[in-house]
């Protein structure tokens, strides 16, 4: 009598746990599409969140952290594409390009900086202003050019991603 009784109480807390696990995981799902929901980029902000294992399980700071680091991936291969521009571009180019490095540098050392202490130290309103002035040194760097610029790509990326990441932090405010 006393094992059969035993079994029933393990299958019931087994089921529980279960069904528990599976809630949170859905809630975490949840939170990242129902933040990303309230972005101007739905798809980018889910496809930048999914690849990060640790947006699973991140609250809506921790999310916003995600995509800070997120800028600073996007910033630094702007970077390096810069740097190798430099080299084997013409003169008219090199100008602009050197404005570029330095807007970049000043995504990487200050804007990224900023965001990620005031999201540590709980000033979401100063991690906005840090992604928001990363979009306009990408937009920046865009417009210094005279004619086709060789960093549409990275400039758009790196705008789209900050535009994420600011929009996520404005949920904190």
Known sequence: MLKPLAFLILIVCTTFVVTECRNIQLDDANLIQQ?????????????????????????????????VNVMKNKANIALNKIHQLI????????????SCASK???????DIAQATEALQKGNPKFAE???????????GCESGFSGKSPL????NVMRDASVITAAIVRNLL
């Open 104 to 110: 970049y540098n000043t995504i990487v050392a200050a």
């Open 129 to 139: 202003n840090g992604a928001n002035d990363a979009v306009i040194e990408a937009k």
């Open 35 to 67: 933040t990303c929901k309230k972005t101007p980029n739905y798809a980018l902000c889910t496809q930048y969140l999914n690849s990060d294992p640790k947006a699973r399980s991140a609250d809506v700071t921790g999310l916003a952290l995600i995509m």
């Open 152 to 155: 549409t790509a990275e400039n």
């Open 87 to 98: 080299g084997k571009s013409p003169p008219g180019q090199k100008a602009a390009l050197n």
